[in-house]
């Protein structure tokens, strides 16, 4: 993504709103697809339970949402709970029944569209036993060894989780009893003394239900209270309706356990954000292991299984951190920021909440643990202000009664211990560079002749050997026309001098770097330039076959890209027709690209079809390049039957415009150049007619960085339409560059085939 320059914070803002758009949408289409799932689940009973269609039973609930005027998610939830699936108990009659048996199903149902066992454990907590009071719930399997495994969890420490992680065959009570009565046990006051089971307290209220499908124990839930409480009929026929529907939600994928649960469990007890960080020993990556609940609400969520990546978590200071979270492992030791660029998944209209007093932490070889603030601390607040005073000290010097005083912070400028005497300015020869005499002399010059203030920096030679530079600036003290001293200020500038000789050193690396890439760059765009003309002439070839061809080189300067084409008559009159895209951008891909169109040159002579082409095409991608891949399309068209016969590896869909209508042609689903050895190569036929036109492209011309590429191929089959009223080939693809409908600026190639 690049970011234009503008004014101040223009960018940031918009990376900001598009981040919060993107999670917004994220948060949307779960709840779009916990709706979803409701409401197929509905139409399937309407389905079997009528005798229609699908299709017929979704228009049917449709029809009764509007005449009723329930929600159709609502009614969904109804029409499930009417008919109970295989093991569901039924739905126990009541006057607030309805309401609750809706709410628990789609709960569930929300439940059963979440990307583990332990987030749907939270989604049932959060949405329905919650609301009975309950503040944990456990979910194990049942293995075929008999041991109970694990599944999920929510309202419980790592700690104790990974203590309850296995239960082995010989199971306690009062599990057993749960298992083998195959009935649910409620327990208001607790187990039996000698029976331990999961739970906040040993009195604190706890319920055991087994899971069946079909019949059949499959696993055991535990819903656990805070305290004894009084489970009435309510409240058990609820949690025993929400546990039978519960069941399905052991397909999931088991939940990550933690490997550290002690430093989870601490993290989870702070209540300043907080994050366990792990960095790949492979890769280096920097991935989220865990959040506590105050990171989860500064970050305006939980993060999904997809949002682990650092720079997913946090996408405007992943930079920041990653070198926060490398310095602490690399010196073993804490790591501070005062404030980081926003964060959070905000509203639309909210800003995002920076991190501010960022401490990173290290914790092993791998982890690192990452805390801050969302709002300022007045204790660190007061001590960075201390801080950034430490580097100056104040000095008085009487030259009537002979004596000198320091503040404490100029002890450490001149490496010398509290108790020793300080040093008077006039004294101050001996201690300095001998290249800074002058200097010296001048300053003291300036105070005692001129009697006006004065400051110079000088070299500072302590004890141990080391330098500091000193900023000294100092007024005289008069009585009259008589100094009888000096006051001043000692500034340490030894940070500031060797940020400038570093400054000074990166500034000529970084003029010989640029000076070496803008030489690469004019390489690789001659060399591009040569392969693939800007502006290629038409060309006639044998059977009537028109082809003109255009390039348009990336919009930035920088991304010399990859895609080419080729049009080239082969012996026996075949003509081939080809284009391609290879990965990245930057002389590597443009040599890249050379080697593979010129591999597919000689291997068309062979006068093999397009398939094998293709396939030969894959191996010597494989083996010529380091991870070179490409996407592109092979065609060879015969004049003799007007045959056009073409193989795609992972490319865009050819476009045919025949009478004046465009229709995107069946594109073999094989994979791209360089990925998988040995891959096999479809081909498809078309017979061309006499005015007909052959588009093929890349994806420099559609793609949108917000729109998907059905998108853009709808508007290059409507922008074909409207421009074949000219009725030339060079007309046509000149208009389809002229609309500029990608906005990616990569680099873009369109050959247009037509018969005469």
């Known amino acids: 993504m690049t970011l234009s320059a503008g004014p101040a914070g223009a960018s940031a803002n918009w990376a900001d709103s598009g981040f919060t758009g993107l999670a917004a949408e994220n948060v949307r289409l779960r709840a779009e697809s916990a709706r979803r799932h409701l409401v197929d689940l509905?139409?399937?009973v309407l389905a079997a339970q009528l005798g229609f269609s699908v299709a017929d039973a979704a228009a049917h609930l449709e029809a009764l949402a509007q005449a009723t005027g329930i929600p159709p998610v609502d009614l969904a939830a109804d029409v499930v709970n009417s008919v109970a699936a295989p093991g569901d108990p039924p739905v126990a009659p009541g006057p607030v029944q309805p309401l609750q048996a809706r709410q628990q199903r789609r709960t569930a149902a929300a439940a059963e569209t979440t990307d583990s066992v332990s987030d749907a454990a939270r989604t049932l907590l959060e949405g329905a036993l919650g609301p009975l009071g309950a503040d944990s719930l456990w979910l194990w399997r049942l293995t075929g060894a008999g041991c109970l495994s694990l599944a999920g969890h929510a309202g419980v420490g790592a700690a104790e989780a990974a203590a309850w992680r296995w239960i082995s065959p010989a199971v306690p009570e009062p599990f057993?009893?749960?298992?083998v009565g195959s009935d649910p046990l409620w327990l208001e006051n607790g187990p039996a003394a000698g029976c331990p089971t999961p739970g906040a307290r040993a009195d604190a209220a706890r319920a055991l239900l087994p899971l069946r499908r079909q019949g059949e124990t499959v696993g055991l839930a535990l819903v656990g209270w805070p305290g004894p409480t009084l489970l009435d009929p309510a409240v058990r026929s609820a949690v025993?309706?929400?546990m039978g529907m519960a069941v399905r939600v052991l397909d999931l994928p088991d939940s990550e356990q933690p490997a550290v649960p002690v430093l989870v469990d601490l993290l989870d007890a702070l209540t300043r954000p907080?994050?366990?960080l792990r960095t790949s020993d492979t890769t280096g990556a920097v991935a989220v292991e865990h959040v506590n609940a105050a990171a989860v609400a500064a970050l305006g969520g939980a993060l999904s299984a997809h949002d682990r990546?650092?720079?997913?978590?946090?996408p405007l200071t992943h930079q920041e951190l990653t070198s926060l979270v490398r310095r602490a492992r690399h010196g073993r030791r804490p790591q501070r920021a005062a404030r980081l660029p926003a964060i959070g998944r905000t509203e639309p209209g909210e800003a995002p909440a920076p991190l501010l007093d960022v401490r990173v932490l290290p914790a092993g070889n791998e982890r690192t643990l990452l805390l801050w603030n969302t709002a300022s601390d007045s204790g660190l607040a007061a001590e960075r202000a201390v801080s950034r005073l430490q580097s100056v000290a104040t000095f008085q010097d009487s030259l009537t009664g002979g004596e000198t005083v320091w503040s404490e912070q100029a002890y450490a400028m001149f490496g010398m211990e509290r108790g020793d005497a300080p040093v008077p300015l006039l004294a101050l020869r001996g201690r300095i560079h001998q290249g800074d005499d002058a200097a010296l002399t001048e300053l003291l010059r300036a105070l005692m002749e001129s009697r006006t203030g004065a400051q110079s920096v000088l070299r500072i030679v302590r004890s141990d050997g080391s330098v500091r530079h000193i900023r000294v600036a100092a007024e005289p003290l008069l009585e009259g026309e008589t100094v009888t001293g000096f006051v001043g200020v000692y500034q340490d500038e030894s940070a500031i001098h060797r940020t400038e000789l570093v400054l000074s050193a990166t500034f000529d690396s970084l003029t010989a770097v640029r000076d070496q890439a803008a030489l690469r760059h004019r390489l690789a765009l001659q060399l591009q330039q040569a392969i693939v003309p800007e502006v290629p002439d038409l060309q006639e070839l044998p059977g009537g076959l028109v082809v003109a061809a255009r390039y348009r080189p990336a919009a930035e300067e920088y991304q010399v890209g990859g895609d080419w084409y080729d049009v080239l008559p082969l012996p026996g009159g075949k003509v081939l027709v080809t284009v391609g895209d290879i990965a990245g951008h930057g002389i590597d891909s443009v040599t890249d690209m050379v080697?593979?169109?010129?591999?597919?040159?000689?291997?068309?002579f062979t006068g093999r079809p397009p398939g094998q082409v293709l396939g030969w095409l894959n191996e010597v991608a494989l083996r010529t390049g380091e991870g070179t891949t490409a996407t592109a399309?092979?065609?060879?068209?015969?004049?003799?039957?007007?045959?056009?016969v073409w193989s795609s590896a992972g490319h865009l869909p050819l476009l045919l415009?025949?009478?004046?209508?465009?229709?995107?042609l069946e594109t073999p689903p094989d994979v791209l150049l360089g990925a998988v050895p040995s891959s096999t190569y479809h081909e498809r036929r078309i017979v061309l007619r006499p005015m007909d036109t052959l588009l093929l492209y890349t994806d420099g011309l559609i793609e949108r960085r917000h729109d998907g590429l059905d998108l853009g191929l709808a508007r290059l089959v409507a922008a074909v339409e409207e421009l074949a009223a000219g009725g030339s080939l060079g007309l046509l693809i000149d208009g389809l560059i002229g609309l500029d409908m990608g906005d990616t600026d990569d680099d873009t190639c369109i050959v247009a085939v037509g018969v005469r």
Do not use: E, I, K, W
């Open 309 to 314: 990546h650092l720079s997913r978590a946090f």
């Open 633 to 644: 399309v092979c065609a060879m068209y015969d004049p003799d039957a007007g045959d056009f």
């Open 240 to 242: 025993a309706d929400l």
């Open 274 to 276: 907080a994050a366990l």
């Open 657 to 664: 415009l025949r009478d004046g209508r465009a229709r995107l």
């Open 42 to 44: 509905a139409t399937g």
């Open 176 to 179: 057993r009893s749960a298992l």
């Open 595 to 604: 080697a593979l169109r010129n591999a597919q040159r000689a291997l068309a």
